[in-house]
């Protein structure tokens, strides 16, 4: 969360010239409702079932594609093997410091999963999910230090990956 990944894919895919595609906002146009609302009515079982089912639609298609996905995809049903063996995966790497900063920029943060948390609960949260996944996301093809990262140098990493 925070690190980019849909702001950078869109430009990846536009330099491209291929399709780009948010799974958030793939699985909400699908189901008519925010993920926020999908989590309270549905539950966090179903929105990872859905995750994947969504993923396959979009990897299993013959085209290019860059695909943004939501930062849990990878831990989940086994999405990480296929996202390896269907495409490139790339990891932005980020510390929790600098993902809090982006988070919150100059006002309190906005994302439902933030909302209402102090700085330290914050943090913790953030540290929390980070240990939690990075098993999974450390499986990535190409693992980027993303603080500072400009989107032609990922594009340049991307288009010469030895694949």
């Known amino acids: ?3 980019g990944k849909t702001s950078k894919g869109r430009k990846l895919a536009k330099r491209l010239g291929i399709r780009f595609a948010d799974m958030d906002i793939v699985i909400e146009e699908q189901e008519g409702m925010s ?56 990891y932005l790497k980020m510390n929790p410091e600098a993902l809090i900063s982006r988070l919150t920029g100059n006002s309190k943060p906005t994302r439902p999963l933030l909302l209402g948390k102090t700085p330290d609960e914050l943090k913790e949260f ?23 990262l400009k989107t032609k140098d990922l594009i340049s990493l991307i288009e010469h990956y030895p694949e």
Not at 126 to 145: A, C, D, H, N, T
């Open 126 to 148: 953030i540290s929390s999910k980070l240990m939690e996944r990075e098993l999974f996301y450390l499986q990535s093809k190409l693992i980027v230090e993303a603080e500072n």
């Open 1 to 3: 969360m925070g690190v």
């Open 35 to 90: 993920v926020q609302e999908i989590f309270n009515a549905k539950g966090e079982d179903w929105f990872r079932k859905k995750e994947t089912e969504v993923l396959h639609q979009l990897g299993g298609v013959k085209e290019d594609i860059v695909i943004s996905t939501g930062g849990g995809v990878p831990c989940f049903n086994n999405n990480m093997d296929f996202i390896n063996s269907t495409g490139l995966s790339v």
